[in-house]
């Protein structure tokens, strides 16, 4: 007894088995969790040192250096790309796939720990952590108040810690408000009076707060514990520190400092729609779900509004998890309504209503049942998983669609009851809708099981597509045939053909003749097609690495030259809000104000709402601020923040030669901005961070027993400063600061005479014992592999793309004429690109031959497997003619379109050549043979082709947000199984009778 006879036999089981499929799919969906896009498992770190007022230089010799030499000793490394810049070291680890990311971590932490005692004993310590690459803001909050000092500390002490708890987040990060501290102001001249130095005043400050516990004594049955409790609680008793007490005189704290409370030197601002506010940013991990993170946010948020200071209120400025949820509702509705389209095919086609709920509830089934299978592999609903799922819809009916009806053939021309027609005619068919669905799932196999960024991006893709198609097959084999056996009539009109329909066999009966006739001109002609579609396409269709969705929000980065000051910053980040804030599609705008950079994001609200796309409003607003000056300006069409977001394209060029790589990337530079589809330029080598060198002279050191280490340390107290002590309350600390009054220390000439302490208690000056000089540090030190880097970075505009752009980059290269010495990449999206690209060639390759191997396999035979995929190529003309009519570019989606098309296009030519051959065994003539299958098979063909076609027009049509996203892979797909399945009906006959006519002529000899 095999499965049909089963099912039909014991249809009680084979329902249950049906509805336990549907029950415990839908039991999985209830607790699916819900993000945009997959948890890429990508294999890289980052390594973070940061080191207050050290220069770049400072940071590339003696931090990142000694941190790159300590990871030699972690094996699978790829590449390791550093960034020293002014405080501040960055190491990004890339490994090998398929490595175990946690552990590698683990292997980073041991590697930098060991040499930590080779690391400046004064730096903060090093972070490490692994790099998320699945988009990670989660929302924008905005703390809105009065007093933005009490603001700030309620953010500090009480937001912050509780958000940061909430599982899945990685880091909660704030712009703007007022920070208290008490500043000890240090008078220099007072402080030489009383022969105290700096560091003298810092240790004494930090020896005079303290609480230490001096263990316990017992008196009777009591134990008493015995604390020292020397912590200062007050700006009195910082006013109150003894310095010194000599002679019966106190010298106080007070005597050479000034002590107040005051406010923070500001290193940020936030604003929202130009009110000062307080802006807090949650991003996840890795590992993170941004809706389930919003959620939890939003209840912690609520929980605090009664702790919140008077008058203050929360805002959530921006919610990505809104934005995620609308995307797949999209891709939801999109799939419901390419169901409803395929339903109405499958009825034109079958006119009978029976007969179509047959076959139309293995959709919503097979559905059901794959989330089953999301549940077991430990998937999320994600645009990639849902997108597999809605090009998949149509052709969820292919095999329920060839099982019906060879047993309406069974009940219609052999005139057996249903009973018999249901189990014969489906039995019959099995294996070959076996085979059929192995063909589609064997071009995932490879996608799948290579370790690379191609399998990260679509994997949960192939895993929707298949599980879904492995479900289909089940309803097909079991549920048709069970339910055909006691629905359908035995009289029944499913075979006649409509009007239309004739006239199509008619019109296909003649043209197949004619091509018999002619079929080396047929064969030439659809050369000559696949020649000039795709030889054009290729070089009229641009190319990018992802599609670009429209969010309805954009962010605005202006870049601030080194060594700017805040407020410089903050009065660029006004200009900007005045110009967006005048612009009518502007609803709402949130600024973040840095030293480095300013970033104001601006929210446009959804597409359906306006009449312009995010990229035309960009470029006008790119426009109206143009002007202003000392800014390298970056537009982006999503939420972003501060230098090094990413732009569009990026060029790195790589040598030892400084001076050959400032030479060679200006003039790059200088013919990008010629082209005007260009545009956000940033050439990393910029110019540095201005200097005050002090160049010690040793010998009158060593004269006035000056060491270098008391020198660097004085110097350092004087002008950057520090924080020896805090003030502890319950509810917030406050630092208590020591510096040189800013009279003392604001200019060059100032630093000369900074006082250091000799060995004899006396005091030298600087310039006594140092020599100065004015000069340009480096703003950063870029490297890959420990190869100097300077990259070029712009973003496209004016119908420019990455593969048009990269290509203009590698003429004006060729032409420049590069040093030896130079060599030279693509980063970001364009190195992503290609990598994925390369992986999906391959994996192109290994799906042919999987897919040759099933149908030798069935057909057993070398030779027409070989013709049956022959409908490859055809389908390709169908992608690049449907991309050059709806102006899409090629991106990765469409690739993997074209690898799905390997496996769908196949189907048709098998089900062409498997009747051709059983009439043959029929004993027809060739001729006849072919021309009868044509006429005969064009139904089902037509029938599952157009189900499959009209499965997937809603996500062609790139309606609600986020459908750009699988826009073109959707119109590849259809135009490449139009124009696929139009041309199988004309050349696998020809190649077949081609084929059959060498064997006879061979089996002859």
């Known amino acids: 007894m095999n499965i049909v006879q089963f099912s039909i036999k014991r249809p009680v089981v084979t329902m249950m088995i049906i509805i336990s499929m549907v029950i415990l799919g839908i039991l999985t969906l209830v607790n699916l969790k819900t993000q945009l896009m997959p948890n890429y498992n990508m294999p890289m770190a980052a390594i973070r040192v940061s080191w207050k007022g050290a220069s770049p230089d400072d940071m590339e010799k003696l931090v ?13 490394i790829k590449r390791i790309t550093t960034k020293s810049t002014m405080g501040k070291s960055a190491l990004t680890v890339e490994f090998e796939y398929g490595v175990i990311i946690d552990n590698k971590v683990n292997d980073l932490v041991t590697a930098v720990s060991r040499i930590r005692n080779n690391l400046p004993d004064d730096i903060d310590e090093p972070v490490i952590r692994k790099t998320s690459s699945s988009g990670d803001r989660v929302m924008l909050i905005g703390l809105r108040g009065e007093d933005l000092i009490n603001l700030k500390s309620f953010a500090d002490n ?18 703007g408000g007022l920070e208290k501290e008490i500043k000890v102001t240090i008078d220099p001249e007072k402080l030489e009076a009383y022969n105290f130095s700096v560091t003298d005043l810092y240790s004494t400050l930090k020896s005079s707060s303290l609480n230490f516990p001096s263990g316990y004594i017992r008196e009777g049955d009591k134990e008493y514990l015995v604390k020292v409790s020397g912590e200062a609680k007050t700006l009195e008793d910082i006013k109150e520190i003894v310095l010194e007490n000599a002679n019966g005189e106190t010298l106080y704290l007070t005597d050479v400092a000034k002590v107040e409370l005051s406010i ?10 130009g009110i000062d506010n307080i802006i807090i940013n949650i991003e996840k991990s890795d590992v993170g779900n941004t809706v389930e993170i919003s959620k939890i946010a939003k209840e912690e948020l609520k929980k605090m509004e009664p702790l919140l200071p008077k008058g203050a209120s929360f805002t959530i400025n921006r919610d990505s998890a809104v934005d995620i949820t609308t995307s797949i509702n999209t891709v939801k509705s999109n799939a419901i309504t390419g169901l409803v389209l395929a339903g109405i095919i499958l009825f034109i086609f079958l006119r009978d209503w029976r007969a179509t709920l047959v076959v139309t509830v293995a959709i919503p089934v097979s559905i059901i049942a794959t989330f089953g299978f999301f549940g077991a592999k430990g998937m999320t609903l994600n645009i990639i998983s849902l997108m597999g799922l809605s090009l998949g819809v149509g052709m969820l009916v292919d095999n329920s669609i060839v099982v019906l009806d060879n047993i309406f053939r069974h009940l219609t021309e052999l005139g057996q009851d249903r009973m018999e027609a249901s189990e014969n005619g489906a039995s019959e068919v099995i294996i070959p809708i076996i085979a059929s669905t192995a063909t589609t799932i064997a071009v995932f196999i490879p996608i799948v099981i290579r370790e690379g960024r ?18 289909s097959l089940i309803i097909a084999i079991t549920f048709v045939p069970m ?25 296909y009966s003649k043209v197949l003749i004619l091509s018999l006739k002619y079929k080396g001109i047929v064969l030439g002609a659809m050369v000559v097609l696949f020649v000039v579609i795709v030889g054009y396409g290729s070089k009229k269709i641009g190319g990018e690495f992802m599609p670009t969705t429209d969010d309805g929000v954009y962010t605005i980065i202006a870049e601030m030259p080194s060594g700017m000051e805040i407020e410089k910053s903050n009065r660029i980040t006004k200009e900007l809000e005045a110009i967006v804030g005048k612009d009518p599609q502007t ?16 929210d446009i609200g959804p597409k359906s709402d306006r009449d312009k796309k995010v990229q035309e409003i960009m470029n006008e607003t790119r426009k109206k601020i143009s002007h202003i000056p000392d800014v390298k300006l970056n537009l982006v069409p999503r939420m972003a923040f501060g230098r090094g977001t990413g732009r569009d394209i990026t060029l790195i060029l790589k040598s030892d030669d400084l001076n050959q790589l400032g030479y060679v990337s200006k003039v790059i530079s200088e013919k990008m901005a010629a082209n005007p589809g260009f545009t956000d330029i940033n050439n990393s080598m910029v110019n540095g961070n201005p200097e005050v060198r002090i160049l010690l002279d040793r010998k009158k050191m060593e004269y006035y027993g000056v060491k270098v280490n008391d020198l660097t340390l004085s110097v350092s107290y004087q002008i950057l400063g520090g924080a020896p002590i805090k003030i502890k309350t319950a509810n917030e600390e406050v630092d208590v600061s020591l510096r040189l009054g800013e009279e003392f220390r604001n200019s060059p000439e100032k630093v000369q ?16 014992i140092a020599t100065f000089e004015i000069g340009e540090g480096a703003y950063g030190i870029d490297k890959e592999d420990k190869i100097t880097m300077v990259t070029i970075d712009a973003n496209t505009t004016n119908g420019l793309d990455l593969v048009t752009g990269q290509k203009y980059i590698k003429e004006i290269l060729d032409e420049a004429g590069l040093p030896k010495t130079i060599t030279y990449s693509f980063g970001g999206s364009g190195r992503n690109m290609a990598e994925v690209n390369e992986q999906l060639k391959a994996a192109f390759v290994v799906a042919m031959f999987l897919v040759y191997f099933i149908l030798a396999a069935q057909f057993e035979s070398y030779i027409l497997p070989v013709i049956v995929m022959g409908t490859v190529p055809l389908s390709v003309i169908g992608v690049y003619s449907g991309l050059l009519l709806t102006g899409q570019k090629t991106n990765t989606m469409v690739f993997v379109g074209i690898i799905m098309l390997a496996g769908i296009v196949v189907n048709n030519a098998i089900v062409l050549i498997d009747y051709i051959k059983i009439l043959l065994e029929r004993e027809l003539p060739l001729k006849e043979a072919i021309l009868e299958a044509g006429r005969t098979r064009l139904r089902p063909i037509f029938m599952t082709t157009m189900t499959t076609v009209f499965g997937m027009v809603p996500l062609s049509l790139g309606i609600g947000q986020g459908s750009e996203m699988y826009k073109g892979m959707a119109i590849a797909v259809i135009f490449g199984l139009i124009f696929s399945t139009l041309l199988t009906l004309i050349l696998i006959p020809i190649l077949f009778y081609i084929y059959e006519v060498v064997k006879n002529k061979i089996s002859k000899r």
Request: glycine share 6%.
């Open 64 to 76: 990142t250096k000694e941190v790159e030499k300590g990871l030699t000793s972690v094996e699978g």
């Open 158 to 175: 009480v937001v912050i810690p509780r958000l940061e708890r909430i599982e899945g987040v990685g880091s909660v990060s704030i712009f």
């Open 264 to 273: 923070k030197d500001r290193d940020s601002y936030g604003r929202t729609d």
């Open 454 to 471: 191609a399998k990260e991006m679509y994997k949960d893709m192939a895993f929707s597509i298949t599980f879904s198609l492995l479900a």
């Open 483 to 507: 339910i055909c056996s006691r629905i359908l009539k035995s009289k029944t009109t499913v075979h006649e053909e409509g009007k239309i329909l004739k006239t199509i066999k008619k019109y």
């Open 587 to 602: 609803k709402k705008f949130i600024s973040s104000v840095s030293k480095e950079a300013v970033s104001v994001m601006i």
């Open 753 to 768: 005479e900074l006082r250091i302490k000799s060995k004899d208690g006396g005091v030298v000056k600087l310039k006594d």
